[in-house]
């Protein structure tokens, strides 16, 4: 009988040696993991008093950045409107000198073409020339006033003449190739 009751002791003296074994290892464990919740706990304390007021600054921050966005673009719209306003007066003022430079170059014009209709000598006037406008015969169309003018009108030697031109082509060319 003393057998099993040997046993038996023997297994209870190991178990009670392995419990100690495991509690000896465990607690330095269960130290650590302490230490751990202890600095989850302080970082749980930082982040629940940090956080809120940085999640606020950084909305305060977009906030700030829409606002100057805004700005941006209405700076932006406002220079183009300037650009456009400045190029529309470039425009009137170049538009203005062009104008001046019309007027100014029709009074010099017209200054010029008065000193030269005030200083020419004035021709005799023939009177009998002259036929009264109430007598004159009134005329069709343009061509045939165009017809009726001395300068417009030719005499036939003049038509012949225009046409000697072309034909004196092959004695140019005789003339240059004898210079040669």
């Known amino acids: 009988m003393i057998e099993p ?8 003296l190991l178990v009670a040696t392995s419990l ?22 302080k970082l749980f304390d930082t982040l629940s008093r940090e956080l809120p007021s940085t999640l606020e600054a950084i909305r305060v921050t977009g906030l700030e950045i829409t606002d100057l ?14 650009v456009k306003q400045v190029d529309q007066s470039l425009d009137s003022a170049r538009k203005q000198a062009q104008n001046l430079q019309v007027g100014t170059r029709s009074i010099f014009i017209g ?12 021709p005799a006037r023939r009177i009998s020339d002259r036929t009264p406008s ?6 069709r169309d343009l061509r045939e006033r165009e017809v ?11 038509v012949y003449r225009a046409n000697e031109g ?3 082509a092959t004695s140019w060319e005789n003339n240059f190739d004898d210079e040669d």
Do not use: C, H, M
Not at 5 to 11: D, P, T
Not at 27 to 33: D, G, K, Y
Not at 111 to 122: I, L, S
Not at 148 to 158: M, T, W
């Open 20 to 41: 100690t074994a495991v509690l000896v290892v465990a607690i330095p464990a269960f130290q650590e993991l302490a230490r751990a919740a202890r600095s989850a706990e």
């Open 111 to 122: 200054a010029k073409a008065a000193w030269k209709n005030f200083t020419r000598q004035k």
């Open 5 to 12: 009751l040997f046993w038996l002791g023997l297994s209870l």
């Open 148 to 158: 009726l003018r001395p300068e417009n009108r030719r005499i036939k030697a003049e």
């Open 69 to 82: 966005t805004d700005d941006v673009s209405e700076g932006v719209k406002s220079a183009s409107q300037v």
């Open 166 to 168: 072309y034909n004196d």
């Open 134 to 139: 109430n007598e004159k015969p009134p005329l």
